[in-house]
């Protein structure tokens, strides 16, 4: 059983998810250590208690549990793989989990990699962005081993609400890609929706009263509409962040000899903004597409 007694935890990437994820662990009590690459961004935790450590090396030495949450596939493979990376430096019996959206294969390579080195390994993407973080209501998907996931979800329902083991190694990042193909299609409705009824003359904070309690209603809707009419495009998850998803999402596909029209129109999108500035705003920044 989890404890505070006997687990010491260590969480990589204090980002705009990470750091109120692993806020949640100290406030519960467990020990933690920590490791950005930006030491600022962790000034918040190391004032709640938690303790620096100055690389995933230095994670693996001092943690018998470890969150990562990163930027893109090539960081999680550095954190995990590298020289000074988790599992060349972890110690038998630890657990990982990577809840970074990444790619699917990798999880199953670190798995397999961890195994040989006695290390237990879950893969455990997110969604709920922000707002989900800071109120621990993330929907949590894993991939792994099921005795892995049953002695670790004590930490996860720390993070999230809706956690669902998902199958072996790679199924949580799998399950992930869905979220994403399913969002990609659904934002570009949610901005046209928005800017149809600007167009028209309508109030759309009145209309989204409507739509978000119909059939049209999504997260989206709900959380980020309101955020375009306010103009306020601040990251709760980065438009640079969704189109690796994305990207990561078409390669699977392509790999196993699917197209997916939806996904390739909302990356091209996706891809102007980025071209345009916006690759630090956050996804709901859509809506300057037609403006």
């Not at 990798?106 to 969604?127: C, M, N």
């Not at 999504?218 to 709760?236: E, H, I, K, T, V």
């Amino acid at each position: 059983m989890v404890t505070p007694e006997n687990t010491i935890i260590g969480f990589i990437g204090t980002g705009v998810m990470g750091k109120s994820m692993a806020s949640h662990l100290v406030k519960a009590g467990f020990p933690l250590y920590v490791y950005t690459r930006t030491k600022e961004k962790a000034d918040e935790l190391l004032a709640q208690g938690a303790k620096w450590a100055a690389s995933p090396k230095e994670i693996a030495n001092s943690a018998n549990i470890v969150f990562t949450i990163v930027g893109y596939p090539k960081d999680v493979e550095e954190v995990y793989l590298g020289e000074n990376g988790l599992i060349p430096n972890g110690k038998a019996g630890s657990f990982y989990i990577d809840m970074t959206t990444s790619a699917p294969t990798l999880a199953a390579r670190i798995y397999e990699e961890a195994k040989k080195a006695g290390i237990h390994t879950l893969d455990a993407p997110v969604s709920g962005g922000d707002i989900g973080a800071q109120e621990a209501k993330l929907s949590i998907m894993v991939g792994g081993d099921k005795a892995d996931f049953e002695y670790i979800l004590p930490l996860f329902e720390k993070l999230g609400t809706n956690i669902v083991y998902q199958g072996k190694a790679g199924s949580g990042q799998h399950t992930k890609m869905c979220n994403q193909i399913a969002i990609a299609s659904n934002m570009i409705g949610v901005a046209e929706a928005i800017i149809y009824a600007e167009k028209a003359g309508l109030d759309p904070e009145n209309v989204l009263k409507s739509i978000t309690k119909g059939a049209a209603g999504s997260w989206s809707l709900s959380n980020l509409a309101p955020r375009m009419l306010q103009q306020d495009f601040a990251p709760g998850f980065y438009i640079k962040h969704f189109i690796k998803d994305m990207k990561i999402a078409i390669d699977e596909a392509n790999g196993m000899g699917m197209d997916a029209p939806g996904l390739q129109l909302a990356k091209s999108l996706y891809d102007q903004l980025a071209g345009k500035g916006e690759e630090n705003s956050g996804t709901q920044a859509i809506y300057k597409y037609w403006k």
